[in-house]
């Protein structure tokens, strides 16, 4: 489907004459031919409107919050309400005070949900379409609250929580593969790294009711925050036919036309001649052409090249740092870290805990905000390094609590895990699906994010399952385990990890495949130069008849 490249403007009357265009279009389109392989993101850094001065756009980032950016917030209400329920009194006596293997097994069921579902997500997502792989796991995490609330016994709680696991791993992967697709190459990793800043709403809310009802003697101290956990899936529920698909999914599937239509709109405010909204176009064509010429067939892909094998690994163990470098001590298990360093009030217990996700919030927040405007590897570096600095010190703390009982050890075991917040969200909050979504093409791109969830969801499993029993077992000798993982994690970064910032996901499609990028190169600059002549021709011909 071909564009012309040419829409150029007139000029005010008395300062145009047939000349003058005719050297504009010759010029321009040599402009074009040179940059055709960069021509989007040079395009686009040239738009000096900002965002919420285009009209279009900015409500598609406000229709994207509900629908899209606030899927996280599901997965943060639910760490911070399991943290908040073991200070909850009617939840314990309801549940006999689980601990230990029991304990573990209500929090990590969330995350064998989610394995289980995982295999069937890339199917939905890329059959489906984006829009409804959302509205299919939102469905599920509905009913998975609902029963939550209504449990009876330890099994239906169980059963509640598998269920919102399951439905949870549809709507992340589609909707972080969505944003990325829908977004303005301006803001794309903006956008993308609020999507898991919002798990922080979802924890602040589950932390402000716990402190809410911990007091309650009924057992709507623990059936109302397990019923508010409905609310944003509801809310995808109720947006999502108001947002548009992927136009690269929609290309995909040979509805150019309607992608077409839907960059127009968004990212050219309704401009059927814009340049960019063309080039966009041509780029996005051109690429998931090649794209399904080179590709196999299945999860074959993703071993098929060195290249893809090499996004494997990454995407992989980006899964395991972003469960295994201690924040699910934070997220899980606050309550037993606490009373390991003499804090035993449930009161104060449920402070801490509201205290850290409002603080976790405030700092995600700025650095999904300024983060993505720096190189994506020095970020992972700066995260990584500070993540082993902290955990470190967080250790020797604890350690010296457990041998001298002084409180300063326990002050500042408080203060580090305030410290650790920050340093985690730097990248691993910040920059994680924005990453990702830059690392894998779109024919894989589902895949990509689905395997980066199945490595996450294992080790969240794994934790969770363990953690209790680690910290009841080996107090803060249990820290120990990961800070030599993060020592890895520093290693793993610096070796390994590409960077991808400042350009189009299409200039990123064939990040490690040299020959794949020359003959995209060609094909994209061959179409711009046929567009471009046959608008050089026209204004010839309107010359020579004039």
């Known amino acids: ?160 929580r598998f269920i919102l696991g399951l439905g949870i791993v549809f709507a992340i992967v589609a909707a972080s593969s969505l944003i990325g697709e829908l977004s303005h190459p301006k803001e794309r990793a903006i956008i993308g790294s609020l999507f898991n800043s919002c798990y922080f709403i979802g924890s602040i809310v589950a932390a402000g009711v716990t402190l809410g009802t911990f007091s309650m003697k009924s057992n709507w101290g623990w059936r109302l925050p397990s019923l508010l956990q409905v609310t944003p899936s509801a809310l995808q529920i109720l947006f999502i036919f108001f947002i548009p698909e992927s136009p690269r999914w929609l290309i995909s599937k040979g509805r150019g036309d309607e992608a077409y239509a839907i960059l127009v709109k968004y990212h050219a405010e309704g401009d059927q001649h814009s340049e960019f909204a063309k080039a966009e176009y041509v780029q996005i064509e051109k690429t998931i052409e090649l794209e399904k010429e080179t590709a196999k067939i299945g999860w074959r892909e993703l071993v098929a090249t060195p290249g893809m094998r090499m996004r494997l690994l990454i995407g992989s163990c980006l899964g395991l740092f972003t469960q295994w470098s201690g924040n699910g001590l934070t997220s899980y298990f606050l309550a037993p870290v606490l009373d390991n360093i003499g804090v035993h009030d449930n009161r104060t217990k449920n402070l801490i805990n509201l205290g850290l996700t409002l603080w976790g919030f405030v700092n995600a927040t700025f650095f999904a905000l300024t983060a993505s405007r720096f190189k994506r590897r020095t970020i992972y570096m700066a995260c990584t390094i500070s993540l082993l600095t902290v955990f470190t010190a967080w250790t020797i703390s604890a350690a010296r609590y457990a041998y001298t009982k002084n409180d300063a050890s326990s002050h500042a075991v408080i203060v580090f895990l305030f410290l650790y917040s920050p340093a985690y969200n730097l990248a691993y909050n910040a920059l994680t699906y924005t990453y990702l979504v830059e690392l894998f093409p779109f024919h894989v791109r589902a895949k990509g994010i689905t395997v980066f969830q199945w490595f996450g969801r294992m080790a969240g499993f794994f934790n969770q399952f363990v953690n209790p029993i680690g910290i009841g077992n080996a107090g803060w000798k249990y820290n120990i385990s990961y800070c030599i993982f993060l020592a890895f994690e520093v290693v793993f970064v610096y070796f390994l990890f590409p960077e991808t910032a400042h350009r189009s996901l299409e200039e990123l499609a064939f990040l490690y495949e040299r020959e794949q990028v020359k003959e995209q190169k060609k094909r994209v600059r061959e179409e711009i130069q046929l567009d471009e002549t046959t608008s050089v021709k026209g204004l010839r011909r309107v010359e020579e008849v004039s």
């Open 1 to 160: 489907m071909p564009f012309p490249f040419s829409s150029f403007s007139a000029k005010p009357a008395g300062q145009s004459n047939d000349t003058d265009t005719k050297t504009s279009a010759i010029d321009h389109s040599r402009q074009y031919n040179n940059d055709a392989d960069v021509i989007v993101s040079r395009l686009a850094s040239q738009d000096r409107t900002l965002w919420y001065n285009k009209r279009n756009l900015r409500m598609l980032y406000f229709l994207l919050f509900p629908t899209c950016i606030g899927v996280e917030m599901t997965s943060g209400f639910d760490s911070s309400m399991m943290n908040g329920l073991q200070a909850v009194n009617s939840w314990e006596t309801f549940f006999n005070k689980p601990r230990s293997a029991l304990l573990g097994l209500m929090s990590a069921i969330y995350s064998l949900g989610a394995i289980c579902g995982i295999p069937f997500v890339p199917f939905i997502t890329d059959t489906l379409g984006r829009r409804r792989a959302i509205l299919f796991g939102s469905i599920i995490m509905v009913i998975g609250a609902a029963l939550q609330a209504a449990a009876v016994n330890f099994a239906m709680f169980v059963i509640a």
